[in-house]
């Protein structure tokens, strides 16, 4: 099991969506250009637009829209796929003062650099311009999608912090946990994709939503592995109260390494679902090999 090595999927993706992807960058890297703030405001806003992840949401935006757009141009998925980085850079942000996290993608948080409030102040200003670069994709389909997401992802957030006090969380509770957490942007990413692009068919934004869902849970279900077996050097293993599927299955069966099976088995059997409606809806190689890098 390793961590996802971002020059290896980089690799995999159509020429056409690196460019598009480095776009993303650009609008992301210039996002408060001309807006004054306090100096310790302006670098706890940029910290994770500077210190960037492995860009997998935008990626899935920018996939879907080359998919469904039929080699024609997707530059209208630019702003969409920016705007989904804003707010998971927004989320994190928070993330980062619950958890009280002093190390992120191996440098120090916001949080620990300026502290909370500072902090709150910069999520507050990502996701003001995240809502922004949505409204001027044009399409009102986008902005309601993201700002849904927007919404479940602070009941996740609220749903974290009453799960991670419980001595007992069913596996059930789990993935109603992680689809709030995180599989419900990860769905918005791939919807506003093919928003960007023009479909707009109830029974192919149906799959597509399905396709994300599935992804998404499989991705959070990736990362818990990775957390429980702290095997990301530079993040820190997960504290006592986290939610980890590894301990919710070994706190019912008494055993770690069986419970490390049972997660990989959930993971993989996520990740073939979401294939399998690919294949019926979508039928993107690029994306099915995109979304195989997550198997363990």
Not at 110 to 129: C, N, R
Not at 151 to 176: F, I, P, R, W
Not at 211 to 235: E, P, S
């Amino acid at each position: 099991m390793a961590v996802l090595n971002p020059s290896k999927y980089m690799e995999l993706l159509p020429i056409e969506v690196r460019k598009m992807l480095t776009r993303v960058i650009e609008t992301l890297d210039h996002s408060f250009d001309g807006i004054w703030m306090p100096e310790k405001l302006l670098d706890a806003t940029y910290h994770y637009i500077r210190n960037r992840g492995k860009l997998i949401r935008p990626t899935l935006t920018l996939l879907v829209a080359y998919a469904l757009g039929n080699g024609s141009s997707f530059e209208k998925s630019v702003l969409p796929a920016a705007s989904v980085e804003l707010i998971h850079i927004a989320s994190l942000l928070q993330d980062d003062i619950m958890d009280e996290q002093r190390i992120r993608r191996g440098v120090q948080t916001p949080y620990s650099l300026f502290g909370s409030h500072t902090t709150m102040l910069a999520s507050d200003l990502i996701i003001a311009k995240a809502v922004e670069l949505a409204v001027k994709s044009g399409d009102n389909d986008i902005v309601f999608e993201l700002l849904n997401s927007s919404v479940k992802l602070a009941v996740g957030q609220n749903l974290e912090m009453e799960l991670g006090g419980k001595d007992h969380v069913t596996l059930d509770d789990y993935l109603k946990l992680i689809y709030y957490k995180t599989a419900s942007l990860i769905e918005s990413s791939m919807i506003v994709g093919a928003y960007s692009v023009g479909v707009k068919d109830d029974d192919v934004v149906r799959k597509i939503r399905d396709v994300g869902r599935f992804v998404g849970l499989a991705f959070q279900i990736r990362d818990d592995l990775i957390d429980y077996l702290n095997i990301d050097v530079k993040n820190p293993t997960l504290v006592d109260d986290e939610v980890n599927i590894v301990k919710i299955l070994s706190r019912n069966n008494g055993d770690i390494n069986a419970s490390i099976n049972t997660a990989r088995k959930l993971l993989n059997e996520m990740l073939d679902n979401a294939i399998d409606v690919i294949k019926t809806t979508i039928n993107s190689d690029v994306l099915v090999n995109y979304i195989n890098l997550l198997r363990i």
